[in-house]
């Protein structure tokens, strides 16, 4: 699994702590509709519940710096963030869902299943 540091700006790959936003993402992989964002962002933002962004990070290879610098973002969504550097990584909006389906998110994975069928 591939990891991202924060701190190694310059590394070639695209670091949390930089955020990657809508305007400054590669077209690598397959974007995430504007809509299931929406949706994701509101079920994974939320901090109470387990299985929020933070899991979500962390099985992408963020550390606990990384996580730290997201929580600190007081404005903006950590959830945001995470998506941009998912779609950096061109995988499938399977592994996402995969990732939930061992957290039985289950409302995650309706999200997700809806976009990919």
Do not use: C
């Not at 936003?21 to 397959?30: A, F, T």
């Not at 990070?57 to 730290?68: C, F, N, P």
């Amino acid at each position: 699994m591939k990891r991202f540091h924060i701190f190694m700006k310059g590394n070639g790959r695209y670091p949390f702590k930089y955020g990657v936003s809508l305007r400054q993402r590669p077209h690598k992989g397959k974007a995430i509709p504007q809509d299931v964002r929406m949706k994701l962002m509101k079920l994974l933002d939320i901090e109470s519940k387990p299985g929020n962004w933070r899991y979500l990070a962390e099985r992408l290879g963020a550390s606990y710096l990384d996580v730290q610098f997201l929580e600190s973002r007081n404005r903006e969504s950590p959830t945001q963030h995470v998506l941009n550097v998912f779609e950096t990584m061109n995988k499938p909006l399977t592994f996402l869902r995969d990732v939930f389906i061992d957290l039985d998110r289950h409302d995650v994975v309706t999200v997700l299943n809806d976009e990919i069928n």
